[in-house]
């Protein structure tokens, strides 16, 4: 019965050393003097030398976060402090690229990235581009327009800025004369000052918020080369000031929104208050001869109200209403008042749908009150939601549109406009559209036209 | 002229098949409107039904500006690319577009950590 447990003794008496020296191997620090057997592990002086880079590098990375948050608190902006981690972080990776490096060169580095030139932090250049090619029913194909649009954004502080956006545009001269000519318009030029977290003041040319196209319409953000035709009965821009802001509901995305505006409001062409003589391009002060002529002394005032509502991100819906009032004719006897309802949705990053509906009073001299009004409903899907992974038909987007005009005179053209959108970039397009028109009297429009557009944002 | 009556019969039917497509669109959309709003509320059955929903939203994690950049700057154009500009170009640009698409404050101050920690060089 013994036996068995004498032998189990004898085995382990005869194993205890090499067990023994097994675990030395293990827990001890590796020799300096190992084998060729043991190259793999490391040796004591190189473990020495990586602890002592060690040490080296984190009392480095110390004396970089203690210059950068001297800096922070002594002469770099507070827009700069707010993005010291990333700073940090980029430092972190370069001081581990060059080990060597002395502390004050990473530290010049730093203080370069983080405040920069003041001139190119605070003055930006943005803007769009578009050439054109049209050929309409009856008419040559030509290429009708080539514009450049630069928007100049100054940051006076970080609560006062200004932006002004132009338009240069191409065009050909009228029948019977040569050549052609560069218009330059001043599409925009406000002062904006953030006053707090819930009030923006803006002031100066401002796009006015009737609807949201006006301050979507730039060529890289509108899918089609023409804006829907019932913008016509509304104006797009007005010299004023205006208080804006957004009420955030919630953590999760959904605001409220809202504008309000006093401007100079619309006008008349020539004075009266005949209903073909409504110039909605504004009642801007002087005339250019330097006369006060083809002036009334009102005001126009109106503004929008919206809710924006996402419930995960690209899901989202927008539904707004705005109007605005203001005398037109030079007596201010005649007023001009619109109204305009407008929405969006996106349903994931493929399918977008918006529109806007408006409606305008506009009494005068010769016909009433008349109301101009009209109707748009456009529709985008992007290919690339159909998972075909198909390099060229996944950049492309289907768009297709319908809008409508009635001019308060008895004339109501109806448009219908098939095309496509194809991504170069994200801000770089390439569009083709076919318009066709269904005219009702007096003042007709192209029975159809083909529309082409290379759009770029910059 | 044959041709032009060609052209305007189908004009004419290719504006009513457009007419016909908007008030497709229109209905499509207020149905999605009105689903897209139901799964953000849901109903409440019961009380107690209500007071978990109520925690719920409560307890939901603000966004992160990564989340609120996809949500907002798709709107109204394709999104750009925190690379796509510096961190000082952000700050100013990003500042305009606050004004422009009024965005609320606290959103547009976690959109633009996440663009300037993103920012090129």
């Known amino acids: 019965m013994n036996r068995p447990i004498l032998s189990a003794f004898a085995a382990a008496a005869f194993l205890f050393p090499f067990t023994l020296s097994g675990q030395q191997a293990a827990s001890s620090p590796p020799q300096e003097s190992a084998s060729p057997s043991s190259s793999d592990y490391v040796s004591r002086a190189e473990y020495d030398k990586l602890k002592s880079e060690h040490d080296s590098m984190k009392q480095e990375l110390d004396a970089l976060k203690a210059a950068v948050r001297q800096m922070a608190n002594g002469t770099v902006p507070a827009a700069a402090r707010e993005a010291r981690p990333p700073a940090e972080a980029k430092e972190v990776g370069s001081a581990k690229e060059s080990q060597t490096a002395a502390p004050s060169t990473a530290s010049a580095t730093t203080s370069e990235e983080l405040t920069g030139p003041l001139a190119t932090h605070d003055f930006s250049i943005v803007g769009d581009a578009e050439v054109q090619f049209g050929k309409f029913f009856h008419q040559h194909g030509a290429f009708m327009l080539a514009d450049f649009a630069p928007i100049f954004l100054f940051r006076g502080g970080d609560n006062i800025l200004f932006e002004a956006g132009f338009d240069f545009i191409l065009q050909n001269n009228a029948p019977a004369s040569d050549g052609y000519t560069t218009t330059v318009n001043l599409s925009f030029a406000t002062l904006d000052y953030i006053i707090n977290d819930y009030v923006m003041f803006v002031g100066g040319n401002m796009l006015l918020p009737l609807g949201t196209y006006s301050e979507r319409s730039a060529g890289w953000l509108n899918k089609f080369p023409d804006a829907p035709l019932p913008r016509d009965v509304l104006p797009g821009n007005g010299v004023g000031v205006q208080l804006r802001g957004a009420i955030p509901i919630g953590n999760q995305g959904p605001s409220v929104t809202y504008s309000l505006f006093v401007d100079n409001g619309v006008s008349s062409i020539d004075g009266t208050g005949n209903a073909d003589q409504l110039d909605l391009g504004g009642n801007v002060g002087l005339t250019s001869d330097g006369r006060f002529a083809n002036l009334h002394g009102g005001a126009g005032w109106g503004g929008r109200v919206a809710i924006f509502w996402p419930w995960k991100p690209t899901y989202d819906v927008e539904i707004g209403v705005s109007g605005m009032s203001s005398p037109w004719d030079n007596r201010a006897r005649r007023q001009y008042s619109a109204a305009v309802a407008d929405w969006a949705i996106h349903v994931g990053p493929y399918i977008e749908v918006k529109g806007e509906y408006m409606n305008t009073w506009v009494g005068t001299d010769d016909h009433g009150t008349i109301d101009p009004d009209g109707w748009w409903i456009q529709a985008g899907y992007k290919l690339g939601g159909l998972k075909l992974n198909v390099p060229y038909l996944d950049k492309l987007e289907l768009v297709g549109r319908y809008d409508t005009i009635d001019d308060g005179l008895g004339s109501r053209p109806e448009r219908g406009t098939f095309g496509a959108v194809y991504y170069l970039t994200n801000t770089l397009w390439l569009e083709g559209d076919y318009e066709f028109v269904n005219n009702h009297g007096p003042n007709r429009l192209p029975d159809y036209g083909l529309l082409f557009q290379v759009s770029y944002g910059f | ?121």
Do not use: D
């Open chain 2, 1 to 121: 002229m044959g041709m032009f009556k060609r052209i305007n019969s189908f004009t004419g039917a290719s504006v009513q098949l457009a007419r016909l497509l908007a008030s497709v669109i229109t209905v499509a959309v207020v149905v999605t409107i009105t689903l897209g709003a139901s799964g953000q509320t849901p109903k409440s059955i019961s009380k107690k039904t209500e007071e978990t929903t109520t925690t719920a939203t409560v307890k939901a994690e603000p966004l992160s500006g990564a989340q609120l950049w996809a949500m907002n700057c798709s709107r109204c154009h394709m999104a750009r690319n925190p690379g796509e500009f510096t961190a000082g170009q952000w700050r100013t640009i990003f500042r305009h577009m606050r004004v422009r698409a009024n965005l609320p404050a606290s959103q547009a101050k976690e959109i633009q950590k996440y663009l300037e920690a993103g920012a090129g060089k």
